[in-house]
């Protein structure tokens, strides 16, 4: 994975998670599946998919510091809310938590929240943060998915596919 691309690239995708802890690891999942498409070179040349694992703020933070200018930024991350069904998809309104909320304990918590609300500020890129509940996180290592979860990694990949297309300015 080149990771220098989030620095040129139009859209950057970010997968969070732990693959070694189940259903965490749907992020670079499916920045992998994505990447790994007959038709990522032609069709997304201009997307960056990044395997953030469980390092999202120092990328957010060198992506900010460095002046990059993605027109889009894409942020897929597990949720463990358990008001929401397994494997469910949504996309979060990056305005509704401060960046001292720990609710759903995901995003790896503040400053995260900052940080993608200082891209969309500052450097005005569009931030789309996209996050599926969780089936399974084990308490020891485990990279099976549960089934929710496994259902879900063809919607997440439909659904970023879809925010990596640009609007001709």
């Given at each position: 994975m080149d990771w220098s691309r989030m620095f040129a690239a139009d859209v950057v995708v970010f997968g969070c998670g732990n693959v070694l802890f189940g259903d965490d690891g749907l992020g670079p999942l499916a920045m992998a599946e994505l990447a790994a498409a007959p038709d990522a070179a032609t069709a997304f040349g201009h997307a960056a998919f990044i395997d953030a694992g469980?390092?999202?703020?120092?990328?957010?933070?060198?992506?900010?510091?460095?002046?990059?200018?993605?027109?889009?930024?894409?942020?897929?991350d597990v949720v463990q809310e358990p008001e929401r069904e397994p494997g469910s998809l949504r996309e979060e309104d990056l305005d509704a938590r401060s960046d001292a909320d720990p609710a759903g304990g995901f995003l790896h918590h503040a400053p995260t929240w900052g940080l993608l609300r200082r891209l969309r500020d500052e450097a005005g890129t569009e931030v789309i943060v996209l996050t599926v509940q969780a089936g399974r996180i084990p308490e020891l290592m485990d990279d099976a998915l549960s089934p929710e979860a496994r259902a879900a990694l063809p919607r997440v990949v439909?659904?970023?596919?879809?925010l990596c297309r640009l609007r001709a300015e």
């Open positions: 469980t390092s999202i703020r120092p990328l957010l933070l060198d992506l900010t510091l460095c002046g990059a200018r993605p027109r889009r930024v894409v942020l897929v439909r659904r970023v596919r879809e």
